[in-house]
């Protein structure tokens, strides 16, 4: 039973256009998202977050629009570049619950 | 630098071995995490410690055997370990109050 589902395996994207990553999640408790990007031998690094109170938050070249009513998130990466092609992975939480469940994660390659 | 330090980053055991994998965390955190990540399947997580305590155990077999002597360091000690068990192992920490989590670079476990 996946709670997080990362339904696209890759994306490939021209440099210089947006990127859009999705997340779908089905447990109507969790009220906090976060994107973690990975490359590989490395560790998952926290990239952007976005609590259910808001419905975007942005950082840079990086967005996360969230929509409640669907249950439904996605990272923008506008413009993108090559050091963006990496694994990318959704995760959700709930208040006063330290565990993340993560999705299977997207891998984006960003073509030149 | 992540201020995550995992060692070993390989290691390869028989089944019969015991070993033990080891997490630094450098980042004044009071929570630690393990994640076993496999193949094409969502970071699993394994045990969540806070303050040192140990806080969750999510159905992980016996022959992984947590240990965090203080709110730096955690161990994984594994014994009698199966082929499935092979898999990324990664440590994760966190301030309690916080949802984000940090990742070490894992360590690559290989059961033959």
């Known amino acids: 039973d996946q709670q997080v589902k990362q339904n696209s395996p890759s994306l490939s994207v021209q440099e210089g256009r947006i990127s859009i990553l999705n997340c779908d999640y089905t447990?109507?408790?969790?009220?906090?998202f976060l994107w973690y990007k990975k490359y590989p031998a490395e560790g998952p690094t926290f990239l952007i977050s976005?609590?259910?109170?808001?419905d975007k938050n942005e950082d840079g070249r990086f967005t996360v629009f969230l929509n409640k009513s669907a249950k439904h998130l996605s990272l923008h990466i506008v413009p993108s570049q090559p050091g963006d092609s990496a694994v990318y992975f959704c995760?959700?939480?709930?208040?006063?619950?330290?565990?993340?469940?993560f999705g299977t994660g997207t891998r984006l390659t960003i073509i030149p | 630098e992540t201020g995550v330090t995992q060692t070993p980053r390989h290691l390869v055991m028989g089944m019969t071995n015991k070993k033990s994998l080891k997490c630094e965390q450098h980042?004044?955190?009071?929570?630690m995490y393990w994640y076993k990540q496999s193949a094409k399947k969502p970071l699993e997580l394994m045990f969540v410690y806070n303050f040192k305590e140990q806080t969750e155990n999510n159905s992980v077999p016996s022959r992984f055997s947590p240990e965090c002597p203080n709110s730096s360091h955690l161990f994984l000690h594994l014994h009698t370990l199966q082929p499935e068990d092979s898999a990324l192992y990664l440590c994760?920490?966190?301030?309690?109050?916080?949802?984000?989590?940090?990742f070490g670079p894992g360590t690559r476990l290989t059961v033959t």
């Open positions: 994760a920490s966190s301030r309690r109050e916080d949802y984000e989590q940090y």
């Open positions: 976005i609590s259910s109170i808001k």
């Open positions: 980042l004044g955190h009071n929570a």
């Open positions: 995760a959700a939480s709930n208040f006063g619950n330290e565990k993340l469940t």
């Open positions: 447990n109507s408790m969790f009220d906090y």
